[in-house]
């Protein structure tokens, strides 16, 4: 049951994916918890105990799990644990799926790509998505109400580039996944869209992708907070005629034919 010092009617957010302290999935949760949300997270590493603390001195009520998302079970304890504290679920984040602390990303083209590194980039993007959305819905539906955002990437519903072929391809069904589960619960109140970065400055940019940042339209990466901002829009009550839809958030990249630099052409 939630303690007694819960709020009953206080809305609650789940964030996967929180760990790092300068990534979307932090920023999020950060944001929401500023404006009235009790907050869950998670990541696989203990690291996100150290987020849950930065999230408390914001006055932000929560709870950290430090699990893997790609197993089931795991998130059926993330997600019971979640509901005896609050007693309930409103919005769920689903932001995992870029890489893990434990294994870094690696590129590889798909001639080079074994079968076990191409299941792992499928499962942590969408697995995870697929678990948790799975595991959260029964609450959703039981309350007529909710709110799931999937944060994919331009990468792979839009462009892509080589040796991203297990990632573009996850991302991808991400939106495939957004669109059919909108259908599915729209007459119960719950809307499902999907965001769609692009060069996002965190802190596992590489200097390849903060340089691609630079020449957006724009002049620079995104942040993680401009991100999080999007995402706190569609879990919000302005975004209820809002439903399978994929937004994208890329300082106008891929609307731009010309992608070099700026003095050569505009």
Do not use: C
Request: without cysteine; aromatic residues 6%; hydrophobic residues 40%.
């Amino acid at each position: 049951m939630p303690g007694s010092s819960m709020d009953k009617d206080k809305r609650v957010a789940l964030v996967t994916g929180a760990g790092s302290p300068e990534g979307i999935g932090f920023a999020t949760a950060r944001l929401l918890g500023q404006q009235g949300f009790d907050i869950a997270i998670t990541s696989t590493t203990r690291r996100i105990e150290d987020r849950a603390l930065e999230l408390s001195d914001y006055g932000i009520e929560a709870l950290s799990f430090s699990t893997d998302l790609m197993k089931l079970r795991n998130v059926e304890i993330f997600v019971e644990r979640t509901v005896e504290r609050y007693g309930r679920i409103d919005v769920l984040v689903n932001n995992a799926g870029m890489a893990q602390v434990s294994r870094p990303e690696v590129v590889k083209r798909l001639a080079e790509l074994d079968e076990e590194e191409w299941d792992y980039r499928i499962a942590i993007s969408l697995k995870t998505a697929f678990n948790m959305a799975k595991t959260v819905l029964p609450y959703m539906l039981r309350a007529g109400y909710g709110r799931i955002v999937n944060v994919a990437s331009v990468t792979g519903p839009i462009v892509s580039n080589p040796g991203m072929t297990a990632y573009s391809a996850a991302k991808a069904a991400m939106i495939g996944l957004t669109k059919s589960l909108a259908l599915e619960v729209a007459a119960q109140g719950i809307t499902v869209n999907a965001v769609a970065p692009g060069w996002v400055k965190t802190g596992s940019s590489t200097k390849q992708e903060l340089v691609a940042g630079a020449h957006t339209p724009l002049g620079r990466p995104g942040t993680p907070n401009e991100v999080a901002a999007l995402i706190a829009f569609l879990a919000s009550e302005n975004a209820s005629y809002i439903t399978g839809e994929m937004v994208v958030i890329d300082g106008g990249n891929t609307i731009q034919e010309y992608k070099g630099p700026a003095e050569l052409y505009y």
